[in-house]
């Protein structure tokens, strides 16, 4: 089956620094790969799309300067976060969407665990 | 617009006995809907999905889920769980294949034995 990746799996930086996250296919292209954002004991939020070779989409309150999405290839996508505070520690998930036989479904990589002190 | 809502944040149930997770959705328009399974500190995967066809879709690890259009429901059931089935369960809808995936708030499985 399609495999994503993520790295790094987990990453503790320090207040106003930034964080890259890379998102990878590794047996598929993907056009479209979403970047989710779950803190603890909650659910998945979107938080943009990001789109190959255009800039990424963002949900509704979601600050696209803060959070800074690079699709350069077909199967990398970033997530970066800029100058990082402590409540944007999170498990940050992204998905690859693969177009398949019975039509298209999103894989989803392990997540990286961001802890910013 | 759309919304996802699991009536169960937490379900306790021991080792063999049967369990449904309940998932209801709101929507004005057809939708396709998911359950992916989430172990501690992974990802999520796929467990089953309803695109269209059969109400009832199955996974290969024994669970089920049956599309109820009349009540918008979608629940997960498995007649005899696993101590390994412990995870949180997460169910989603979407729009369109492989877009945008709108998820409830889980619920959280733990099987005792």
């Known amino acids: 089956g399609a495999v994503v990746s993520q790295h790094p799996s987990w990453v503790i930086c320090k207040s106003g620094t930034s964080v890259k996250i890379e998102c990878r296919s590794l047996?598929?292209?993907?056009?479209?790969m979403f970047w989710y954002r779950q803190f603890p004991k909650q659910s998945l939020m979107l938080m943009a799309t990001s789109n190959e070779g255009s800039k990424a989409t963002y949900e509704q309150g979601v600050e696209k300067d803060k959070f800074l999405i690079n699709h350069a290839s077909l199967t990398l996508s970033t997530l970066t976060v800029t100058s990082a505070h402590p409540e944007d520690s999170s498990f940050y998930i992204c998905s690859a969407r693969v177009q398949g036989t019975s039509g298209s479904e999103q894989y989803f990589g392990p997540g990286t665990r961001l802890t910013v002190t | 617009a759309q919304s996802v809502t699991q009536l169960d944040s937490q379900v306790p149930v021991f080792e063999e006995a049967p369990v449904e997770l309940r998932c209801n959705y709101s929507?004005?328009?057809?939708?396709?809907l998911f359950w992916y399974v989430q172990y501690p500190n992974q990802g999520l995967q796929l467990l089953l999905k309803y695109l269209s066809g059969s109400t009832l879709v199955e996974s290969i690890n024994g669970f089920e889920a049956e599309f109820n259009k009349s009540q918008t429901s979608f629940h997960l059931r498995k007649p005899s769980v696993h101590i390994s089935d412990t995870a949180e369960y997460f169910c989603?809808?979407?729009?369109?294949?492989?877009?945008?995936?709108?998820f409830g708030q889980g619920t959280e499985l733990s099987v005792k034995p």
């Open positions: 047996d598929f292209q993907a056009t479209t």
């Open positions: 929507s004005s328009v057809s939708v396709y």
């Open positions: 989603a809808v979407s729009y369109n294949q492989g877009g945008k995936l709108i």
